[in-house]
T-cell receptor, first 118, second 114 residues
Framework: AQKVTQAQTEISVVEKEDVTLDCVYETRDTTYYLFWYKQPPSGELVFLIRRNSFDEQNEISGRYSWNFQKSTSSFNFTITASQVVDSAVYFCALSEALGGTSYGKLTFGQGTILTVHP | KAGVTQTPRYLIKTRGQQVTLSCSPISGHRSVSWYQQTPGQGLQFLFEYFSETQRNKGNFPGRFSGRQFSNSRSEMNVSTLELGDSALYLC?????????????FGQGTRLTVV
């Protein structure tokens, strides 16, 4: 069975601090996908990034960066120079690929509430 | 390009009633998945439809059902509502294209059962 653990329930930082959100996953699949989503108070899950299990390259997008390490089954997310607008709940998720045509079931972590104070 | 559209955004129903929620995926996406989000249980997978067929189902009672139409639009139905069904219901559409993949969610339907 697939499992995603986000050990940090809540994180509070002051603006401009760097913050890392941890994500550890478990799966027996050899091909899988990892995601990060942001959920602002409006409720919509905003897609941030998808990473394939066969691609361990780290990625940077502006102030966001992701570190994928298969050896430790981790997919951590770092926000550099955090801003108040980054305040939200962040979810890490894991999925298998069913027949190469969809993501199938997404297994989510419990989420990390990030609060960035001015 | 239009995103995932869920209707209605908010619903208030009475215990024992039934409810139908709708989800229109992104054009070209053939897979629609439904999720329930509650404060206690977090985000839980309900079911996934692909080309009008249910391919995967989560651990929910039979009161929760769904279907998908030929245009990929999906509906979710909950019969005999219980107070515990109060939640944010989210749908996601996706289509895997080689190494370029997408999985996008709608804004959700917030259901309150009283």
């Amino acid at each position: 069975a697939q499992k995603v653990t986000q050990a940090q329930t809540e994180i509070s930082v002051v603006e401009k601090e760097d913050v890392t959100l941890d994500c550890v996953y478990e799966t027996r699949d050899t091909t899988y996908y990892l995601f990060w989503y942001k959920q602002p108070p409006s409720g919509e899950l905003v897609f941030l990034i998808r990473r394939n299990s066969f691609d361990e390259q780290n990625e940077i997008s502006g102030r966001y960066s992701w570190n994928f390490q298969k050896s430790t089954s981790s997919f951590n997310f770092t926000i550099t120079a955090s801003q108040v607008v980054d305040s939200a709940v962040y979810f890490c998720a894991l999925s298998e690929a069913l027949g190469g045509t969809s993501y199938g079931k997404l297994t989510f972590g419990q989420g990390t509430i990030l609060t960035v104070h001015p | 390009k239009a995103g995932v559209t869920q209707t209605p955004r908010y619903l208030i129903k009475t215990r024992g009633q039934q409810v139908t929620l709708s989800c229109s995926p992104i054009s070209g996406h053939r897979s629609v998945s439904w999720y329930q989000q509650t404060p206690g249980q977090g985000l839980q997978f309900l079911f996934e439809y692909f080309s009008e067929t249910q391919r995967n189902k989560g651990n929910f009672p039979g009161r929760f059902s769904g279907r998908q139409f030929s245009n990929s639009r999906s509906e979710m139905n909950v019969s005999t509502l219980e107070l515990g069904d109060s939640a944010l219901y989210l749908c996601a559409s996706s289509y895997l294209r080689g190494r370029n993949t997408e999985a996008f969610f709608g804004q959700g339907t917030r259901l309150t059962v009283v």
